[in-house]
C-alpha cells in the first residue's frame, strides 16, 4: 500500500494528486478523479501568506505547456 | 481527454486535502491512465481548442465531423485491437499494466497512444504505419478546421470524393492496410 494525497475541487470531486511538476518558478498539479480516472484536470499552485491555493490555468497556450513538460518528464 | 474548462481560467481555491492509501497496483494504473490520456491530449487539444473557437457558428458541421471521426477511430479499434494488446504483452510489465488500463476504460484515445507508445518499442516501420493513422487522424481535424467549408459533404467533396459514404470507404481502406503491416510484422516478430 502507497498514500496518495486527495484533493477537493470546487466542483465537490475527489482528485488524486498523481504528480507535480515545478517549471519556472510555477508548480503544475496533475489530478485525476478519484472515481474516473479518465477525468484530468491539470491546476497550478500558489502560496498566498504562506497558505497553498490550487487554480487554474491561464489559457489553452498554458495547457499545452503542462502537458508538454509532462510528456517531457514520462517520456 | 484532459478536461479544458476545469482545467482553464478558475479561480484560486485554498487546497484541502487529506491522505489515503492504495494499492501500489491501482496507484500504477491510476498513472497509467493519466499518461495515456495526456498522450492522446497533446495530440488532439490544440486542434479542438482551435477549431471550436475558429468556426462557432458551425456548430452543427463540427458535431457531424466529430460523429465522423469516432467512427474512423472505432474502426481502428476494431481492426487493431488485438495487435495492440499482443504487442502490449511482447512488451512486458508496464505495458501489460496499459494494456489492462485500456480494457478496463475502454477508451480510444487511451488505445491509440497506449498503441503507439507500445509498438515504439518494437518496430519502426510499424511506428511509421501507427504514426501514419494517428496523423491521417489528426488531418482531419486540421484540415477540417482551415478549410472554411460549412458542410461535411463539401469539405469531402473538396478532397476529391464524391460523398461522405466513398470518404468513409477510402478511411477504412486504410485502416486496414495499417492493420496488415502491423500484423504481418508486429506478431511474427
Redesign the interface.
Known sequence: ???????????GKDY????RINNEGVCYI?L?NTSN???????K??V?NG??????????E???K???L??EK?K | ????E???????????????????RR?A???V???G???A??LI??KT?NAVSNIPENIETMVEHHEFVQEISSKAYELLKETSYVNAGIQGYNHSKLAQAIEE?G?ID?WLYGTSKALEYYDKDVTYNMDSLIFQLSLIDEEFKTSNITSFEKYVNSLGYNNIEEYKNNQANFLYQQYNNIQSKGVSK
Request: charged share 30%.
Open positions: 500500500m502507497e498514500e496518495m494525497d486527495i484533493v477537493t475541487l470546487e466542483d488524486y494528486e498523481v504528480m496533475y485525476s480516472p479518465k477525468d484530468i484536470v491539470i491546476r499552485s500558489i498566498i497558505e497553498e491555493y490550487i487554480e487554474g490555468l491561464k489559457d489553452k498554458e495547457l499545452k503542462a502537458i508538454n509532462y510528456q514520462n | 481527454m484532459v478536461n479544458v476545469k482545467s482553464i481560467g478558475n479561480r484560486p481555491i485554498k487546497r484541502q486535502s487529506r491522505k489515503e492509501m492504495v494499492s501500489r496507484k494504473l491510476i498513472a491512465i493519466l499518461t490520456i495526456i498522450g491530449s497533446a487539444i490544440p481548442v476504460q477508451d487511451l
